[in-house]
């Protein structure tokens, strides 16, 4: 195996450039090194103004995804050696505005979360006399999969759809109201029900599963939606055959 690799990474810099370029870099290729040690090679040794980002370099934080020759990753879990003998391409994240580098604008899905209510809501506010709400591991285990998103926008980056139509709310944000819809503690999914249900929610899925596909934490966006397309009707059919107020 050849102990260099070229990292093919694209370049854009707002202040000189009208459009991105892609740049070469010849890195060394080491078994144990991911992209984003690539990268920060990169950064550190060869071009201190190339931007990305990352933190936590554990595929906790999400802010490290990129698109790794044409698949949207979390770099620092995408290995080097497994592209040899390369050139590896680096891109950033489609469907999102290019700030600088790999560095995209990620305002429109921080825009979109809060509108989907992210979080537990109670008709009830005072906490119950024991100091919690029991929950049994059978109910957790009704939303577990769907807690573990990160917010990477990796699933963003890869569906069709929200490429398509911006207005689109998305796999993760739907994943995570999905996740406290779930959630034996929430009684907030009437009040999620309107954004969720509306045009640009989820009947405009066409599931075609790339948001899942491409997830680091199995957290199944497609499924998540599809689900929820079975509660609606559900709910549509309920409100139509029963009398107001029944």
């Keep these: ?36 040690d690539g990268l920060n090679h ?5 071009d201190g103004t190339l931007s990305y980002r990352w933190s936590c370099r554990m595929g906790v934080c999400g802010s490290c995804g990129m698109t790794v020759n ?8 995408t290995f080097l050696e497994d592209y040899a003998p390369g050139p590896v391409r680096v891109e950033p994240l489609s469907n999102f505005p290019v700030v600088r580098d790999l560095v995209v ?50 699933c963003y980056a890869a569906c069709p759809v929200y490429g398509l139509d911006q207005e689109f709310l998305g796999p993760a944000a739907i994943a995570l109201a999905q996740r406290y819809n779930l959630d034996s ?8 029900m309107d954004v969720l249900s509306a045009a ?13 596909a491409v997830c680091p934490k199995d957290v199944d966006p497609a499924g998540a939606i599809q689900r929820y397309k079975f509660t609606a009707a559900m709910e549509s059919l309920r409100s139509f055959l029963l009398p107001r107020g029944a």
């Design 185 to 192: 503690r929430d009684q907030g999914a009437s009040e999620r």
């Design 105 to 154: 604008d990620i305002g429109d899905f921080m825009r979109k979360l809060p509108q989907v209510r992210p979080w537990l809501i109670r008709s009830e506010q005072e906490p119950p006399a024991e100091g919690e709400y029991p929950q049994l591991p059978a109910e957790r285990a009704e939303y577990e999969q769907f807690s573990m998103c990160i917010n990477c926008m990796l």
């Design 42 to 46: 990169i950064k550190d040794h060869l």
């Design 70 to 77: 044409s698949e949207p990753k979390l770099t620092c879990a």
């Design 1 to 36: 195996m050849a102990d260099h690799i070229t990292l093919r990474v694209t370049r854009y810099r707002p202040e000189s450039d009208t459009e991105p370029v892609a740049q070469e870099y010849e890195i060394p290729l080491r078994k144990e090194w991911s992209v984003l």
């Design 200 to 212: 640009e929610g989820i009947w405009a899925c066409t599931f075609v599963g790339e948001c899942s």
